[in-house]
Each structure stands twice: as structure tokens, then as C-alpha cells.
T-cell receptor, first 113, second 112 residues
Framework: DTAVSQTPKYLVTQMGNDKSIKCEQN?????MYWYKQDSKKFLKIMFS???????INETVPNRFSPKSPDKAHLNLHINSLELGDSAVYFC????????????FGPGTRLTVT | KQEVTQIPAALSVPEGENLVLNCSFT??????LQWFRQDPGKGLTSLLL?????REQTSGRLNASLDKSSGRSTLYIAASQPGDSATYLC???????????FGSGTQLTVLP
């Protein structure tokens, strides 16, 4: 039973294209996140949604737009992809009332050529 | 701005050895600290969560300690096994913020 799932696992695309990465959690958590892991393995927060509302928006180009259709989903849409967008993108979720543990998805490796 | 540093960046030990991974953070006003394990090409697995009011947490062969005043945490792995080989990441959550600030990780190799 997958707790936090992401699709696709791998995404190879050309510069200038628009792509989406989907994330779903079946843990009943109220907060979801997108992190980016660069080539140096640093994980950095991009966005966070709580109950479908944006609560964190770090300095991310506006080509990146998160969309949360419901509490269990947080999708990441990227417009006009650039070479520098190549990275591994991780989705995570947590329940703010209890635990505070963040559970991570398996990651999506995006390669822009 | 919170910065998290992990030393060493890489560590190689023979099987059976006890080892310590270090994590330091610049802002001691943290809410909690979490240790993760990342296997190549895979996601992060949460190992231990220490609340700011706690000094340590234990899970099996793992023991994590937290010294908030000095901005340090250690992850102790007892009787290491080849299956422990992975990258270990520590991450801190600042006060009211929800997001985690990660260190760059320690890549551990346990040799059989």
C-alpha cells in the first residue's frame, strides 16, 4: 500500500515543453509539499499546501505552478521547461495535528534536453 | 536563515562497526529534527523524529540525539550491516514553518 505516490517516475522532455507531475497521498494528511533535489543532492522546499491552500511558496520561477484539486493530491505543472529544471522532484505529506513526520514519495527524475 | 551541515560527506566502514553521523544547524530555534535514509534512485524513508524538547530517540540499532543549544544532532548506528549502505539526510523544521531544511547528506558504505 503506497502512502505517497508520484507519477511519472522518470520524465525526459525537451526545452520549452510544458509538463506535469502528479502526487497523491492516501494517509489522510492535510499538508502536502514539493521539494526539489538538485545535482548536489540538496533537497529544497518549493511549495506547501494545507487543505488545498497554498501556505509556502519559496523563490521558485512562476513557470512552476502547483495545483491541489483536493486534500489528497498536489500536482506540479511546469511551463517552458529549461535545462536547469533537470532534477529529482519529491512530493511529501504530513499531518499537522499529530506526528509532524513528513512522508516522502519515490521522486520523479526530470531530465530536460 | 537556517543552514544544515552534515559531516562527513561520505563514510566507508567495515561490517559490524559502530558509527556516528553528524548534523549541525545554525538556528537553534527548531521545532523538530528528522533523520532520513535515501537509497539510490528511491525516495526518502523517515528513520527518526526528535522533537525540540527531546534529547534522543531510538529505533532498533539506530539512536539519534539532539543538542539544541549547540545546534547538533548525531545518528548512531550500532553493528552496521551492508544493508545500511545509503545516504543519510538530516532535516530540521523551524518554529512555525512547516517545511524542512535539509543537509546535503552523508553517503554511507558498509563493506561486507
Amino acid at each position: 500500500d503506497t502512502a505517497v505516490s508520484q507519477t511519472p517516475k522518470y520524465l525526459v522532455t525537451q526545452m520549452g515543453n510544458d509538463k506535469s507531475i502528479k502526487c497523491e497521498q492516501n494517509l489522510g494528511h492535510d499538508t502536502m509539499y514539493w521539494y526539489k533535489q538538485d545535482s548536489k543532492k540538496f533537497l529544497k522546499i518549493m511549495f506547501s499546501y494545507n487543505n488545498k491552500e497554498l501556505i509556502i511558496n519559496e523563490t521558485v520561477p512562476n513557470r512552476f505552478s502547483p495545483k491541489s484539486p483536493d486534500k489528497a493530491h498536489l500536482n506540479l505543472h511546469i511551463n517552458s521547461l529549461e535545462l536547469g529544471d533537470s532534477a529529482v522532484y519529491f512530493c511529501a505529506s504530513s499531518q499537522e495535528v499529530s506526528g509532524l513526520l513528513q512522508y516522502f514519495g519515490p521522486g520523479t527524475r526530470l531530465t530536460v534536453t | 536563515k537556517q543552514e544544515v551541515t552534515q559531516i562527513p560527506a561520505a563514510l566507508s566502514v567495515p561490517e559490524g562497526e559502530n558509527l556516528v553521523l553528524n548534523c549541525s544547524f545554525t538556528d537553534s530555534a527548531i521545532y523538530n529534527l528528522q533523520w532520513f535514509r535515501q537509497d539510490p534512485g528511491k525516495g526518502l524513508t523517515s528513520l527518526l523524529l526528535i522533537q525540540s524538547s527531546q534529547r534522543e530517540q531510538t529505533s532498533g540499532r539506530l539512536n539519534a540525539s539532539l543538542d539544541k543549544s549547540s545546534g547538533r544532532s548525531t545518528l548512531y548506528i550500532a553493528a552496521s550491516q551492508p544493508g545500511d549502505s545509503a545516504t543519510y539526510l538530516c532535516a530540521v523544521r523551524r518554529g512555525s514553518a512547516r517545511q524542512l531544511t535539509f543537509g546535503s547528506g552523508t553517503q554511507l558504505t558498509v563493506l561486507p
